[in-house]
């Protein structure tokens, strides 16, 4: 056994949530080890769809054209309800820089996420199994074994990223409550020489149901759940000439299948730890929650997961925000995991429905897909932009209750296509939030001489405190802000996107977490009270 070795942070599991993790570690150049069981990263397809509002998280990582390179944008789906003409469930509706769902295998996303850590400068430890976690007042410890050698570690904080089965929770003797939903569905990637498709295909009816996911080199994902099947033994393996014979079952007019890739069936669940933070070890991704696979949700959330929890880190870690600071990840994180559980528990026990209940599902959904608005509540809660953080009780607090009715508040997500023109050419907010982290927009208006004064010295008493944590910009609508120094930035809100859509007035101060979502929104052009709302915010 040798020493002990020492980390800030500790990630148990490479999968999506772990390489999520560690690259945004890596970005901040924040001390942690990445452990992980496999030698390699996963061959198999698995999750297979990155919804929006997760290629804006990879934006502000710096890794969304890699996935953008080699994924595929699904438009939508065709939902065939029962009948011959499908309903279309479009995704041009998103409100997003990427109004669709990106289809590309999970055994992609984990390459993309280990080879961008890599040209960071960062890796994980492959072949380390973590045979024992403890909780101590020192700090977290961890065993594993590497080569038949047993390695000791102790950190700070541990991210347990190690799936439904999560070895951290069973040790730490953390709940994971929740049941067995009792359907088996099955699952392949193969050729379908008779269907050339670029939406999702969903077929249901008395029989059952199924669903083609088309990938960029023109195979499909198969899914679905064989109604005649349900009840019986649980099988480990499926053979091809089993998913043909299920989709001849639920199929009026079945395709053929060939070339299969990967052919399995799998059970679903929904559970949820209690709490995602016990003492310094949190839970991330499938160690958190798990639940069936309708909406494509899971490997989302759990990336989004480990956006929200590694910023927070890297504030307390610095002296920047108090140890209570990270009970905001529960806070945040754990009511949208709830939804989504409960959500596709839902829509599952609507899938299943037949018989007269089955025909009014269908005269129903048909009926509700003709509306355009339908379509576009649809689209983008799918997408995730709608997983916003504002009815937490931290950023209650900080909302102020004067602003405008339409005004962006804490908690909320800042949209990505917001414009304005820095003297150069026209920009957006996602890459001033990349490069700077937290970012603070004052709206100046127009040549302010003593307001301009008051915002300077606003500037440098927050870098006195924070030191270069917050960039501070001005804003103003157009024409010529002079000032005396180059300290601050002025950007020119000349699409008014700024004023009009996120409500921002004379006097106001924004200012933007590095995760895209509003920290404060404040109507006051009392700088000393803003200051007061800064280490609100970090308390």
């Avoid at 970012?439 to 405190?465: G, L, M, R």
């Amino acid at each position: 056994m040798t020493s002990v070795i020492e980390t800030d942070v500790l990630i148990i599991g490479a999968g999506p949530a772990g390489l999520m993790a560690a690259n945004e570690l890596q970005k901040r150049n924040m001390d942690y080890i990445c452990l992980e069981k496999r030698s390699r990263p996963s061959d198999l397809s698995k999750a297979l769809g990155i919804q929006a509002r997760t290629l804006e998280m990879f934006e502000l990582l710096g890794v969304h054209q890699e996935f953008l390179e080699k994924g595929y944008p699904g438009p939508g789906s065709k939902l065939h309800l029962g009948g011959e003409r499908p309903s279309v469930v479009e995704l041009y509706h998103i409100d997003s820089q990427y109004p669709y769902l990106l289809i590309i295998p999970q055994s992609e996303t984990e390459s993309i996420l280990e080879d961008h850590l890599s040209s960071l400068g960062g890796s994980a430890d492959r072949e380390h199994e973590v045979v024992e976690v403890m909780e101590s007042d020192e700090g977290v410890y961890v065993t594993a074994k590497h080569n038949g050698e047993l390695k000791r570690y102790v950190a700070k904080y541990l991210l347990a990223c190690d799936g439904a089965h999560s070895k951290v929770r069973q040790d730490l003797n953390v709940p994971f409550e929740g049941e067995d939903e009792g359907y088996t569905f099955f699952l392949g990637d193969v050729d379908v020489p008779a269907l050339n498709e670029i939406y999702i295909n969903m077929h249901l009816n008395d029989r059952g149901a199924v669903a083609f996911f088309p990938y960029k080199d023109g195979s499909y994902r198969v899914v679905g759940m064989n109604r005649a099947e349900q009840g019986l033994p649980h099988q480990d393996e499926l053979s091809l000439q089993d998913l043909q014979e299920h989709l001849n079952t639920v199929l009026k007019e079945p395709y053929q299948v060939e070339n299969p890739k990967w052919l399995s069936y799998f059970g679903t669940a929904h559970r949820q730890v209690p709490n995602y933070r016990k003492g310094n070890v949190f839970f991330v991704g499938d160690a958190a929650h798990i639940h069936n696979p309708i909406g494509g949700q899971g490997m989302n959330l759990g990336l989004q997961d480990a956006a929200n929890i590694v910023w927070k880190l890297d504030d307390v870690l610095n002296g920047h925000a108090d140890d209570a600071f990270l009970d905001s990840y529960h806070h945040e994180r754990a009511p949208i995991g709830l939804d989504v559980l409960k959500e596709t528990s839902r829509m599952l026990k609507i899938i299943d429905l037949q018989g007269a209940q089955g025909k009014m599902r269908n005269w129903a959904g048909k009926a509700a897909l003709t509306q355009d608005w339908v379509q576009k509540e649809i689209a983008n809660h799918l997408s995730n932009i709608y997983n916003e953080y504002e009815e937490t009780s931290k950023n209650k607090s900080l909302q102020d209750s004067s602003l405008s009715k339409g005004a962006i508040r804490a908690g909320e997500r800042v949209p990505d296509h917001l414009l304005f023109f820095d003297g150069s050419y026209d920009k957006s907010v996602y890459p001033l939030i990349r490069r700077y982290g937290y970012i603070c927009f004052i709206y100046i208006d127009a040549q302010d001489e003593s307001f301009i004064h008051e915002s300077y010295s606003f500037s440098k008493k927050v870098q006195e405190t924070y030191g270069e944590l917050i960039k501070v910009f001005l804003v103003a609508k157009g024409g010529t802000v002079r000032t005396d120094g180059d300290e601050l930035p002025i950007i020119y809100d000349v699409h008014r996107h700024l004023g009009n859509k996120l409500g921002m007035e004379k006097g106001h101060t924004l200012l933007i977490r590095p995760d895209g979502h509003v920290a404060f929104h404040e109507s006051s052009s009392d700088h000393e009270k803003i200051l007061e709302k800064v280490r609100q915010f970090f308390s």
